[in-house]
């Protein structure tokens, strides 16, 4: 059973048009605003940031990945450490993902049963079973605030119902069998995750099952892996719509800025995504109206820096001819314009969370997508999504 004092959610204000609402999360490490994003660090570290730059940075959480953590450092070098804070020199909160995502990105090296899932390891060929008691055990001696369940993943435009009505039912079934391996409920809390793809009937019995569980918070799983536009927010919105209100919402691999806001706006309180760092070490530099690709020659003599508006030591100090002159070529680029992209992602969610408050975030969604969108030619997808809760952006 979860206990209260490892995560406390307050709902402090809410949108009177949209599903969107600000909170405060009290977690054991540290208390997070929502709604929130967290940058990812798989193995332990943000690929090209320091964990002071990241505090620096307003960064409040930050995930690591089970999968990998297990294997390196291992169970026994965390223990040792006393858990991934103390390891990596993080103060505020952590969570932790469950490696069921490596069912999908690992597929060709995975075998799942319903025992778990039997994983030929990408660093010496060695078989590993990942067992939802595995899971947590891993899970337990990371030490982050927030864990979640293993599930069985299937990749989303995944057509098979049977496959797909196996894995929503199987991961059910493995949430259980996490909570009763949970060795440490006073100060970490699991998370279910709701699963069924893109089939409603299936969602709302994954959704139904998970809140007769005595938990904290819940995942919105499953989405997010190259499914339409048109499929993705009516799944959103139904699980908002089902989840307990009074429990954070957190929706798995989700961080581009568009598909935030609009998410927020049907009710979520938080997410993650690689999105920021990865594209850094690419070269693209995020901005209100999508990314700068700074390989181009066209940066190469311009000497603005990546926004002007933005307040980060690389948009203070460096312009984009000398981000175009090191990117690709030193690895100093990938640092600062992760500096960068981190922070855009942090302002954006203060910037929501400001404008809920302020009762403007109607409002506030409008002028951002006008933004976006100069020339007003609005995908149908999100003038449908905005429009099922209040805000009609083809208005002035």
């Known amino acids: 059973m979860a206990s209260a004092s490892a995560l406390q959610f307050n709902v402090e204000a809410e949108c009177s048009t949209t599903k969107a609402r600000t909170g405060l999360m009290k977690l054991p490490h540290y208390n997070v605003r929502t709604p929130v994003f967290m940058p990812v660090g798989t193995q332990g570290t943000m690929k090209g940031l320091l964990p002071e ?14 999968y990998h953590l297990g294997n390196r450092p291992g169970i026994n070098v965390l223990q040792k450490a006393g858990g991934l804070h103390n390891f990596m020199g993080w103060k505020r909160a952590l969570l932790t993902d469950s490696g069921g995502f490596q069912m999908v990105s690992l597929l060709k090296l ?12 990408p660093y ?13 055990e891993i899970q337990n001696s990371i030490g982050a605030d927030i864990i979640m369940q293993l599930d069985d993943v299937v990749r989303t435009t995944f057509q098979d119902y049977d496959r797909i009505k196996e894995a929503t039912e ?35 019995q994954s959704a139904t099952e998970h809140m007769t569980k005595q938990v ?31 429990k954070p919402r957190y929706l798995m691999g989700v961080g581009v800025a568009i598909d935030l806001v609009i998410c927020v706006a049907l009710g979520v309180d938080m997410f993650d995504c690689v999105f920021p760092t990865r594209t850094a070490r690419f070269g693209c530099a995020l901005v209100t109206r999508g990314q700068l690709n700074l390989k181009q020659k066209q940066y190469e ?23 175009h002159c090191v990117v690709s070529v030193e690895t100093v680029a990938c640092h600062l314009i992760s500096v960068h992209n981190i922070s855009f992602q942090m302002h954006l969610m203060k910037t929501m969370r400001d404008n809920i408050k302020n009762g403007t975030f109607p409002q506030y969604v409008k002028t951002f997508m006008k933004e976006v969108y100069n020339d007003g030619k609005y995908p149908t997808w999100i003038i449908k999504s905005l429009l099922s809760v209040g805000i009609n952006i083809l208005e002035n």
């Open 53 to 66: 730059q990241l505090e620096d940075l307003d960064c409040e959480i930050i995930l690591g990945n089970t």
């Open 110 to 121: 995975a075998e799942i049963t319903e025992e778990g899932v039997k994983f030929r390891s």
């Open 124 to 136: 010496d060929n060695s078989e590993i079973m990942l067992t939802p008691e595995k899971s947590i």
């Open 170 to 204: 199987r991961t059910s079934r493995w949430l259980d069998r996490c909570l009763k391996a949970h060795k440490r409920p006073f100060d970490q809390s699991i998370f279910p995750i709701v699963q069924g793809l893109l089939n409603k009937d299936l969602r709302i």
């Open 216 to 246: 904290n918070g819940f995942a919105i799983g499953g989405l997010s892996g190259g499914e339409a536009k048109d499929d993705f927010w009516p799944i959103v919105t139904l699980g908002t719509d089902l989840l307990h209100r009074d």
């Open 301 to 323: 003599t311009d000497l603005n820096p990546i926004d002007k508006d933005c307040n980060c030591s690389t948009c203070k100090t460096y312009t984009r001819a000398y981000l």
